[in-house]
């Protein structure tokens, strides 16, 4: 997609996404042979529900098609939600990510799996699990220090907090 169409779809449509409280996360238009797909991914500080997702792709399909903004060949509009390894890319993808596994490469070199504890203007405080019976251990991340930050997907977490409160 050029960058000129999507500054043109991005300007037409964070409008509406924002309106109905949500953040417009990305847009991506792919072609496949004759067909065409808009994909625009939305979210917010407590997630998007299904309900939000389909008012918002209600509103986005009547503005797209009072315009000319996709042209006049025919395209499918897919909305949806970053997903559970989402890449982080923004300070408030930090904020949204917290109490999270991440998988960090960090710009002296390496990787770095931790837990956000805590998100400000300048970095992160984290949490790096203990290895073979050893103790978490604390560690702060500079956004500078920070070359790449993704989700990662936790299947057998134990959840510190309810054991407490049980």
């Known amino acids: 997609m050029s960058t000129t169409q999507s500054e043109r779809l991005r300007e037409l449509l964070e409008p509406l996404v924002s309106s109905q409280g949500l953040d417009l996360e990305e847009i991506e238009v792919d072609s496949v042979g004759r067909k065409r797909v808009l994909r625009v991914v939305v979210d917010s500080d407590t997630g998007a529900d299904l309900d939000q997702i389909a008012d918002v792709s209600r509103a986005l399909s009547a503005k797209l098609d ?17 997903g559970a390894e989402r890449l982080l890319t923004e300070h408030r993808h930090y904020v949204r990510a917290t109490d999270r596994l991440v998988k960090f490469q960090l710009a002296e070199g390496g990787e770095l799996v931790a837990r956000i504890l805590k ?28 070359v790449r930050a993704r989700v990662q997907v936790e299947f057998s977490r134990k959840d510190n907090k309810k054991e407490e409160e049980a």
Not at 67 to 72: L, P, S
């Open 66 to 82: 009072e315009t000319d903004a996709m042209g006049q060949g025919e395209y499918t509009l897919e909305v949806g939600t970053p």
């Open 119 to 146: 998100v400000d203007d300048d970095g992160v405080d984290t949490e790096v699990p203990g290895v073979k019976g050893r103790k978490a251990t604390a560690r702060r991340l500079a956004f500078d220090d920070i």
